[in-house]
């Protein structure tokens, strides 16, 4: 039935994707994030500098993101190096799975971040009272990249 | 549960194999932590369309019209709400997912079937969800985005809108109801038959 002695070779391909698309994928969204709100920065700042610092906010919220996908890449690696014969593909598989609801979330998160912050720190130069309205948005939108950190530890755990 | 050999084929048996009979030995764990993996993936990305949408153009109106910032804040709150949905339908389907450890003498052919029917009905619960939850996050985004920019102009349109923002956001809930309905009868047994 079971063979306990060999490991599914294809459980370590299909886990090892789960590493690299968590990287990957959050750090696509937190450069997207980080550049647009970048170019909106740059562009604000040349009428008002003194805000400049301020609008830095979105680019941080951006960067937790690739912070994100190191963490569940390192925990994935340790995990997919470890994997027992007893149900090893479906260690594999679910390995995937979290690197994919990792990156995936990140992503999204990332291009809502870079979006929002783009359009934000250009409307809170022309008017003091958004700045709150825009941390509001942008702190909606790194929960969408948290939630899919969750689920990703979640499935981290299979055995 | 190392499948090996499901049906106990030989390589004669193998090489005359067709496609279809391939398609059926993608092990039923993928298709499982696959449907969990689109119902997250697509449930949040269509949250985050939504959320852009609707900032962009709350954060634009906000400019000459302050007061409506806070109000609006609950089109954002809906988007956010169908990431929610998501992140509760993988957890429901993660707890479905059990190792599988044996199976009853002889009976190799109807557990790898009984396996099948899960996995199939994890992986398009996860389809069901995910795809109707992205749709949600957009509709409700854009309606959220002119609910800001018609309440900057006229702060009479803002209850109206959001009741077409509600329905918007039933969306979500319908893609929810039916994947609790579909993937209720998918449960990996540990001993396969009971």
Redesign the interface.
């Known amino acids: ?3 306990t002695d060999t490991i ?1 070779p294809s459980a370590y391909f ?1 886990g090892y994707i789960g590493v690299a698309s968590a990287v990957v994928f959050a750090n696509l969204g937190s450069s997207y994030g980080a550049t647009k709100s970048g170019v909106g920065i740059c562009s604000m700042g040349v009428l008002k500098p003194d805000l400049i610092m301020k609008s830095v906010i979105p680019v941080v919220m951006a960067g937790i993101l690739g912070i994100y996908g190191m963490i569940v890449g390192v925990i994935l690696q340790g995990k997919v190096s470890s994997i027992t ?6 260690q594999g ?2 390995y ?3 690197g ?2 990792c990156g ?2 990140s ?3 990332g ?2 971040i870079g ?2 912050g783009d ?2 720190v250009r ?1 809170n130069a ?2 003091d ?2 700045f ?3 941390i ?2 942008l702190i ?2 790194e ?2 990249a948290l ?2 950190l ?2 990703s530890l ?2 981290s755990q ?2 | ?4 050999n499901p049906y106990n084929w030989d390589a004669a048996e193998w090489q005359q194999a067709t496609w279809g009979e391939r398609f059926m030995f993608i ?1 039923p ?2 298709w ?3 449907g ?2 689109l119902a ?2 697509t449930s ?2 269509g ?3 939504g ?2 949408v609707t ?2 153009s ?3 109106s ?3 019209a ?1 007061r409506i ?2 109000k609006n ?1 609950i089109s ?2 809906f ?2 709400a169908v ?2 949905y ?2 509760i339908m ?2 429901i389907m ?1 707890g479905k ?1 059990q ?1 599988i ?3 009853p003498n002889g009976q190799q052919d109807e557990c790898y079937t009984t396996a099948l029917f899960n996995g199939y009905s994890l992986f398009w619960t996860g389809i069901s969800v995910g795809l109707s939850n992205l749709i949600c996050g957009i509709a409700v985004g854009v309606t959220g985005s002119g609910c800001a920019i018609a309440d900057a102009q006229t702060p009479e349109t803002f209850v109206k809108i959001l009741v077409v923002e509600i329905f918007g956001s039933a969306l979500g809930l319908f893609g929810v109801i039916v994947g609790i309905i579909q993937c209720s009868g998918a449960t990996f047994l540990k001993n396969c038959t009971s």
């Open positions: 039935m079971s063979d599914e299909f014969a007893q149900s090893a593909s479906k598989y679910a995937l799975s979290a994919l609801c995936l979330s992503l999204a998160a291009l809502s979006i929002v359009a934000g409307a022309q008017q009272r958004i709150v309205g825009m509001l948005i909606f939108a929960a969408l939630y899919g969750i689920v979640i499935l299979t055995s | 549960m190392n499948w090996g092990d764990y993928f499982s932590y696959f969990v993996g997250l993936a949040i990305i949250a985050s369309w959320i852009f900032g962009v709350l954060l634009g906000t400019v000459k302050p910032r806070s804040l954002v709150i988007c956010e990431a929610i998501g992140v993988a957890i993660i997912i190792t450890e044996s199976y």
